[in-house]
């Protein structure tokens, strides 16, 4: 679809998409990019973009500041923000407050100066603020944004891009609450994590099942969040990539929705074209949309394309080293480390498959003396999850040149878990799992 519309001096704001997370947001005052992901092979070697952006830098062009939502890779890409400084220059970087903050410790440690706003940013008419969401864990990440601007007669325009959290209700009240009324809100539709393909056998008919029931979830989710902030329209977008390498026969199971499909329950989405549909504020009426799902055959030319690609470990230590690695006293170090920061206060066992055949089975409850114990698979406890992992990349997991949650993300790793329970507070304390 293709009207007639201009974007940069309007009295508006103007919402243009470019790819995944990444929009653009542009006020006669001020010129936001929010999450710009365009390196390849993100998550230790797992995520690839489809369809690609051929020339990402030249696509987002010059902005005054930039918005980066929470520390995943497919939001913050260090690499990406380099390259985007050396063609336009510096940019202030904006991020939400949280404590800890692992965004600002890691943008620190790749040399990329990042500003917390903790009140709102105003720019002549135009108001930024930054919502962070909060649960009380030490594992809080995730923000949305909220742009306001005011126009000359006294209306109030307002964007919000609630980017991909999983809200629970009190943040959909309060991010109703600081937004007010909304012309355009930009949220998550689907759900990028490991469930189901890393915990089911492929030719299991219950891969099939979960994630049509994944897929049915997110979207109740999106249901919930829409009906709480009640835009005039609503931009499902964000988490859009594809698995490569040895990880490439998991896409299909992944139970992740095409943005398209939310058009079927929602009359107020809207599917902005890739690489440069635009909407504003004032007319609400898209330059480019997208109503179709991705034709097959450009899929399955993009998974040809990333097929025998390496995952980053691979490339670190080669498989006759293996045997070298000293991963039972690197999980008791690591499980010590953990214990420390544990938020779980019940008895749940993570069980680690070694070369061997033996399983390092650690319990995640806080109230526990830390360590490992050594068991075959018939003496395995329960509550568990039992983990099977290269040994390679267990290795540059414990020693922090990778992080769990990444892994986690990145569908890196297998999982069994008996009972099948997701249980927050025990998954959370993978992420410290750590020397």
């Known amino acids: 679809m293709k009207t007639a ?25 001020a010129t936001i ?15 690839f973009h489809f369809p690609k952006v051929s020339d990402p830098l030249t696509s987002v062009g010059d902005c005054d ?23 336009y220059g510096k940019k202030k970087v904006i991020i939400a407050n949280h404590t800890p903050n692992h965004l600002f410790g890691k943008m620190r440690a790749d040399g990329i100066e990042a500003t917390i706003l903790i009140e709102p940013l105003v720019i002549g008419n135009t108001a930024i603020e930054i919502l962070p969401h909060k649960t009380g864990s030490i594992s809080d990440i995730d923000s949305a944004i909220i742009v306001k601007f005011r126009d000359s007669q006294n209306r109030t325009h307002c964007i919000v891009n609630a980017n991909d959290i999983i809200f629970d209700d009190t943040m959909k ?46 979207f109740e989710r999106y249901k919930g969040l829409i009906a709480t902030i009640q835009a005039k329209k609503n931009i499902p977008f964000a988490g859009k990539y594809v698995l490569g390498g040895k990880l490439l026969s998991l896409n299909s199971v992944r139970g992740v929705a095409d943005p398209v499909e939310v ?18 504020t004032l007319t609400l009426t898209p330059t480019a949309t997208r109503t179709e799902r991705y034709r097959k055959e450009l899929l399955d030319k993009r998974l040809c394309e990333i097929e025998n690609v390496q995952m980053d470990y691979e490339r670190l230590i080669s498989e006759s080293e293996i045997h070298q690695l000293p991963l039972k006293r690197l999980l008791a170090s690591a499980a010590r480390n953990a ?56 290795f540059g997991l414990l020693t922090n040149i990778y992080h769990w949650n990444n892994a986690e993300v990145g569908s890196q790793y297998n999982t069994r878990r008996y009972p099948n329970v997701y249980d927050c507070k025990a998954q959370s304390f993978l992420n410290y799992l750590a020397i």
């Open 339 to 394: 214990i420390a920061k544990s938020e779980c206060d019940h008895d749940y066992f993570f069980c680690v498959s070694l070369p061997n055949g033996e399983y390092a089975v650690i319990n995640a409850n806080k109230n526990t003396a830390p360590g490992i114990k050594i068991a075959d698979k018939e003496s395995l406890p329960s509550p568990r999850s039992e983990v099977y992992i290269d040994p390679r990349y267990l």
């Open 173 to 218: 009240t309060s991010l109703k609450e600081y937004a007010g009324a909304v012309d355009i809100l930009l949220c998550g539709y689907t759900g990028a994590g490991p469930y189901p393909q890393t915990y089911f056998d492929l030719n299991d008919p219950t891969i099939s099942i979960e994630a049509d029931r994944k897929r049915n979830a997110f």
């Open 263 to 280: 058009l079927d329950f929602d009359p107020s989405a809207i599917v902005l074209a890739d690489n440069g549909g635009e909407i504003n």
């Open 65 to 87: 500041l930039i918005y980066i939502s929470h520390i995943h890779p497919d939001h913050y890409d260090g690499d990406f923000l380099k390259s985007y400084f050396a063609k």
């Open 33 to 47: 990019l929010h999450d710009p992901w365009f390196s390849e092979g993100i998550y230790d070697g797992s995520w």
């Open 5 to 29: 519309m201009t974007s940069q001096h309007i009295e508006a704001i103007t919402v243009k998409y470019i790819y995944s997370a990444c929009i653009k947001t542009t006020t006669p005052n």
